[in-house]
């Protein structure tokens, strides 16, 4: 639990000691009486909290005080955690008796018991008035608005030289690194005067040491500077070491572990000063390692570089406006099936019948040269024999796994720098299956339900969420999958290699637990001790109803079964779930039951078209997604407004709405039909950002009451019923906006350029009437995507002033268009023009925008015609035609 949990719980607390409205306290005499110590418990947590988590934990300065924080810090993490499993057993117990089911009273009382709890919290505050803080750091601001305290577990490695013994398995034969070590070698060597800094940035593993020492070495490198020197950072490190380190490098070694700093510094200058040096800093860690050491060098105008290695993007675009960031790619599989065969063949041939597993066994590494290294060591061992091959291509990752050289822990350098508040949320990834593609969007909702999310001033908790997201990136241990037009990530995805880092380190903390074959019964005994449980598994879920009870300890379960299963389990035996995702199982019917999994947050299920009353007992509830058999409408019912926190709320099939008659939390609900007016909106949504509307039939649409509406998605029957809008009015928090079968006039147009943060605009299936688009008296400021989809459009014209920020323009279904105007080639940030082959004259205009952007220089717009590359797909006509 990090102290984003702790912020969930307290404002639990907070909500049983002054909501009247919660359905358990309302006029409930036993919960009521229980008020003193929900209030007691609060004020001494929250003493706690101030005190522990603003010490700033200084394990150079005080480590000693620093261990003893750590220690604190788990001991209250264990009480707060069994503080709540009391208080969610007593409300569940509470819930059981309102409703008249029957359940396990030697777990389920409904007397509160927080005795031992205390016991802890007093026990915790009479060590923490032992810790000597007046020689310990705070934070700045009493308010803890997040949990600033990094990972004490860094670790040194010992300095490395390329010149020396430096050679590695993995630097002495190097395969894809030409290009990259090309491009870096002209960087350093171009004609700039001023000292500049070159960055090489990747995961671990990816072989930045390695296209270092490439370059260190390279025969026109070694000429063109005087004087080279190599230094590695690591995570630990002190600046005398360092400058030892340097001076050694370069070849002075006297007295040097006798003189001071000072004294070390200035034989630094003294042997750099005049000469144009080359420094490589390998293996850096953060941006303050940099300010320390970037003061060692002296700025003369001699051409001089410093060359960086680091994981992190934040090092190296800190140091950008001085210099240039390479970011290193994962090999292809061509690459890796050659380093591979250099590795385990030392340059002689490969055996025929080991090409097929080999390569298998090449692209099951996924670019990742660490990984080929090991597996080439493994390899390089066993005789070579096809069947052996081939298991080992089914099983490549516990083989690296369980590499005795290490390979996992120079991944799990990243891991042991990252603050507290990540931990959980990059570990949280590693539950799910191999290969497995997360959206941002469901990712974010189920961080923010697990309560890793910290509340961080005014910013809502999906931002942050976002900020967590890119920070890990950032980082380099979370691959983007895609990113949209604006730049956003849309969907990530984990390496092979970081997965069995986030599975072995959440098996170490006690984090999740995976089930992925038929369990043992060792393993189910293992469950048992772990405190609150987070279960994963591809296995039915009946196999969890174990001996003993897993109430009291499982908060999360994730079932991603394809077949169908017995879920009605779940509700009998989990009742403190937290979080239940059973969206890949099929079933016919919601799992009996549900209704007393009142601890639930999310709930993701595949079930029938009906939605149950029973759920909006669920006051919990945060994300509801729900999977039907069917693309049915789905009719929620008039209850639905009791579900209080509801934030998410998402189906593949639609929504009818019933009459609201109090605000709602939503912020974003996938369609929704409106049988009556729309007017109500504002009152049922007034948070809504994201909200996508299935429309019967309406004059007008108001949406401009929504002040932090920014996602808007409006369609129309696809037959053409009397009633269409006329006028549309949209908030200016606007950022997409979507249209279907609208017909609306194209002088509507007019009021949508006017939206001033408009970024995406996708007109589909007749969303205008008419067949002229005249937009070269119209300007979009900050338009990215302009999607137009099967429109009777004939005529478009368009000036390039029109969509000054214009970076993908797709087109598709327009079969009377006679052309794109060939202005739209001419806007500067254009990068992507991609149609379908339905119509020619669209063929043909395409054709002569881009052969007047060649004529201008302009080589890096990029137009495709049913996915191809334009000059691929008009060979290929010509070639059909000629048949």
């Known amino acids: 639990m990090a102290y984003a949990g702790f912020q969930m719980f307290m404002e639990d607390l907070k909500m049983l000691i002054n909501g009247n409205h919660h359905p358990l306290i309302n006029k409930n005499p036993l919960t009521l009486s229980k008020r003193p110590q929900f209030q007691l418990l609060y004020q001494e947590l929250d003493s706690i909290i101030q005190t522990l988590f603003s010490i700033h934990e200084d394990h150079h300065h005080h480590p000693d005080e620093f261990e003893k924080v750590r220690n604190l810090k788990r001991r209250f993490k264990d009480a707060v955690q069994e503080a709540q499993d009391t208080i969610d057993i007593f409300l569940s117990a509470l819930h059981f008796t309102h409703r008249g089911v029957s359940h396990r009273s030697d777990i389920f009382r409904t007397n509160l018991d927080l005795e031992k709890v205390m016991r802890s919290i007093e026990s915790i505050k009479v060590d923490l008035m032992t810790i000597n803080i007046d020689n310990m750091k705070m934070e700045s601001s009493p ?65 930045k040491t390695t296209l270092a020492i490439k370059v260190f070495n390279d025969r026109f490198v070694v000429y063109h500077f005087h004087v080279r020197a190599w230094v590695t950072v690591s995570q630990s490190y002190k600046r005398r070491d360092l400058l030892i380190q340097i001076l050694t490098s370069i070849g002075v070694q006297q007295d040097l572990e006798k003189d001071s700093d000072c004294k070390l510094r200035e034989k630094l200058h003294k042997n750099l000063m005049g ?80 090409i097929e597993p080999g390569r298998q066994i090449a692209e099951k590494c996924q670019g990742l040269p660490l990984s080929l290294v090991v597996i080439a060591g493994v390899l390089a061992e066993e005789p070579m024999n096809k069947d ?141 001790t772990y405190k609150q449980l987070r279960l994963f598994t591809n296995q039915d879920v009946n196999i969890l109803n174990i001996a003993h009870s897993p109430t009291q300890i499982s908060r999360s379960l994730f079932c991603f079964r394809k077949d169908i299963c017995s879920v009605e389990v779940i509700a009998q035996s989990f009742v403190l779930l937290r979080m239940l995702d059973l969206q890949e199982c099929r079933s016919h019917d919601f799992p009996y039951g549900l209704e007393l999994l009142i601890h639930l947050r999310y709930l993701a299920i595949c079930g029938s078209d009906k939605f149950p009353n029973s759920i909006c007992k669920l006051w919990n509830l945060q994300t509801l997604i729900l999977r039907s058999n069917s693309f049915r409408s789905m009719h929620l019912p008039r209850n639905i407004q009791d579900l209080v926190n509801l934030r998410y709320l998402w189906s593949t099939g639609e929504f009818v709405l019933p009459y609201i008659a109090k605000p709602m939390k939503l912020q974003s609900i996938s369609t929704v039909v409106l049988n009556a007016g729309i007017d109500n909106l504002q009152v049922c949504f007034p948070n809504i950002k994201k909200l996508a509307i299935y429309c019967e039939s309406y004059d007008e649409c108001n949406f401009d009451l929504l002040p932090n509406l920014e996602t808007l998605k409006l369609m129309w029957p696809r037959r053409r019923p009397c009633h269409r809008p006329n006028h549309i009015s949209l908030p200016t928090t606007l950022k997409k906006l979507a249209l279907f079968c609208s017909f609306l006039p194209w002088s509507v147009m007019s009021l949508i350029q006017l939206l001033p943060n408009l970024e995406v605009l996708k007109l589909k299936t007749m969303a205008f009437k008419g067949t002229k688009w005249d937009a070269c008296e119209q300007q979009f400021p900050q338009l990215k995507l302009l999607i137009l989809q099967s429109l009777n459009i004939k005529h478009w014209e368009a000036s390039s002033t029109s969509f000054p920020c214009l970076k993908q323009l797709s087109l598709s279904g327009c079969y009377n268009l006679e052309e794109i105007p060939l202005e739209i080639g001419e806007i500067a940030t254009l990068e992507l023009i991609e149609i379908d082959s339905s119509n020619n004259s669209v063929v043909e205009s395409v054709k002569r925008i881009q052969q007047e952007q060649h004529h201008v220089g302009n080589y890096e717009q990029k137009i495709t015609v049913d996915g191809m590359e334009l000059s691929f797909y008009l060979s290929q006509r010509e070639d059909s035609e000629s048949e």
Not at 285 to 293: K, Q, R, T
Not at 294 to 310: A, V, Y
């Open 143 to 207: 308010r803890i608005d997040r949990l600033k305290t990094q990972s004490a577990a860094a670790r040194t490695s010992s300095p490395r030289h390329p010149l020396g013994n430096m050679k590695s398995s993995m630097e002495e034969m190097v395969v894809g690194l030409e290009l990259d070590a090309e491009i870096i070698r002209d960087k350093l060597a171009e004609d700039r005067k001023q000292l500049s800094v070159v960055s090489i940035v990747g995961m671990g593993g990816l072989g």
């Open 275 to 354: 000469r144009r040096y080359l420094i490589v800093m390998d293996d850096i860690w953060s941006i303050e390692a940099w300010g320390e050491l970037k003061l060692f060098f002296p700025h003369e105008n001699t051409g001089s570089r410093i060359l960086l290695t680091t994981r992190l993007n934040e090092v190296a675009l800190h140091v950008k406006p001085h210099g240039f960031v390479h970011s290193l790619p994962c090999l292809t599989e061509k690459q890796s099936w050659e380093l591979l065969k250099l590795k385990v063949f030392h340059g002689d041939q490969c055996p025929e019948w080991l």
């Open 388 to 528: 052996l091959w081939e298991i080992i291509a089914r099983r490549v990752g516990s083989f690296i796994v369980n590499d005795k050289k290490g390979c996992l822990e120079t991944l799990a350098l990243s891991y042991h720098h990252l603050p507290d508040h990540l931990r959980e949320c990059f570990l949280y990834l590693g539950g799910f299956p191999e290969d497995f593609r997360f959206t941002v969007k469901r990712l974010i909702w189920l961080w923010v339900a697990e309560g890793f999310i910290e509340e961080a001033g005014n910013r809502s908790l999906e931002d942050t969420a976002k900020d967590y997201l890119e920070d890990l990136i950032n980082r380099n241990l979370v691959i983007v999958a895609k990113r949209n037009v604006n730049g956003d990530v849309k969907a990530c995805k984990l390496h092979d290699l970081v997965r069995e880092l986030c599975m072995q380190k959440a098996k170490e903390e006690r984090f999740f637990f995976k089930i992925d074959s038929l369990p043992l019964p060792a393993q189910l005994l293992e469950v048992t």
